[in-house]
């Protein structure tokens, strides 16, 4: 059987790599943020998230490069990738709207969708099911939307001001953007030439019913790579799941 959403599945991807990682120090004192390994997997996150897109169909990424550059580009060139990729790096800062405007031009086809993620994301969920979401709902922006897990113990009263439980990281009640994205071709042109897409560029897509959300599935693994704290959750997250499994 033939799937309808094929021609509009994207083969190119843009990976944000750009960010100085201040709360991952000292990790990130000698290299970009993307280029911290996840304990216990001998690859960095970048390593990670190139084999997922790769999973995932596409053939072409442009990662756009920032704090320590060389460092990254230099891997890159070492390792054994499993699709083409591109380095851009902007000569001035151009905020992220338009950091993501800059890398968006060096895709190969410009007429065709494309993915972006952030480069401090773990993860691994169905890049085709939110491809087929988004072009279901004629979008012409999709943002994964994660439930992370408060990092704090939660406490539950009755209505007179009983505690009833006490229940450890429980999951957030609000949906979050979860870094990683599905654009139509012509939202390149909607991109700031600089500053910040999310306050611009995404309210007005918004308003018009053009912007789309689509939740991670159950069960799908998900972390943001934001601090050292993060980086043992997901060894212990690995570990956990090697032992599972």
Known sequence: ????HAHARPTQAVVLAGGQGTRLRPYTDDRPKPMVEIPGTGVPIIGHQLAWLAEEGVTDAVISCGHLAEVLQEWLESADLPLRVTTVVEKEPLGRGGGLKYAAGHLPHADRPWYATN?????????????????????????????????WGAVETDR???????????????????????????????????GDHERT????????Q???????PQGAYWRAIDTAKDLTEASKELAATRTTG
Request: charged share 20%.
């Open 1 to 4: 059987m033939t799937d309808p």
């Open 119 to 151: 480069g401090d994301i773990w993860t691994r969920f169905s890049l085709r099911e939110m491809a087929a979401f988004h072009a279901e709902r004629d979008a012409t922006a999709t943002l994964a939307l994660a439930r992370p897990r408060i990092p």
């Open 160 to 194: 007179f001001g009983h505690i009833t439980d006490f229940i450890e990281a429980p999951p957030s009640p609000f949906l979050i953007n979860a870094g990683v994205y599905v654009f139509s071709s012509e939202f390149t042109a909607l991109l700031p030439d600089r």
């Open 201 to 208: 560029t995404f309210p007005g897509l918004a308003r018009t």
């Open 210 to 216: 053009r912007l789309a959300g689509f939740p991670i």
